[in-house]
């Protein structure tokens, strides 16, 4: 198992920035698929972004294009998301997610690891 721990989550009012980190520990960060996930009050989690072992590939839900960014610190072994133009709808808890390999896309099942969650709240 890896252990995944997140931050950057916080208030902030539409139109806002905010950015989360995700550092992992464990495996090889390097070889492996990182992918973002939310789950809305209410509502089933999500997928958001992922970023393959390669950071120029990377694949965004429609929702968040063009206003997130997904990216990764090998050497920190640390994933990033960059949430810009945050609207109201973006308020959800977010989850970090391991995938089993070095590939993986929106399905949940192919990851294996999962973060507790960082909460962003969008106030409008």
């Known amino acids: 198992q890896v252990p995944l721990v997140e931050s950057g989550g916080g208030v902030v009012q539409a139109g806002g920035s905010l950015r989360l980190s995700c550092t992992a520990s464990?495996?090889?960060?390097?070889?492996?698929?990182m992918g973002w996930f939310r789950q809305a009050p209410g509502k089933e989690r999500e997928f958001v972004a992922v970023?393959?072992?390669?950071?120029?590939?990377?694949y965004y839900t429609d929702s968040v294009k063009g206003r997130f960014t997904i990216s990764r610190d090998n050497a920190k072994s640390t994933v990033y998301l960059q949430m810009n133009s945050l609207k109201p709808e973006d308020t959800a808890v977010y989850y970090c997610?391991?995938?089993?390999?070095?590939?993986?896309?929106?399905?949940?099942?192919?990851?294996?690891?999962w973060g507790q969650g960082t909460k962003v709240t969008v106030s409008s």
């Open positions: 970023i393959m072992r390669t950071s120029s590939n990377t």
């Open positions: 997610a391991a995938g089993r390999s070095g590939w993986a896309g929106t399905n949940q099942n192919e990851y294996r690891d």
């Open positions: 464990g495996r090889s960060f390097s070889t492996i698929a």
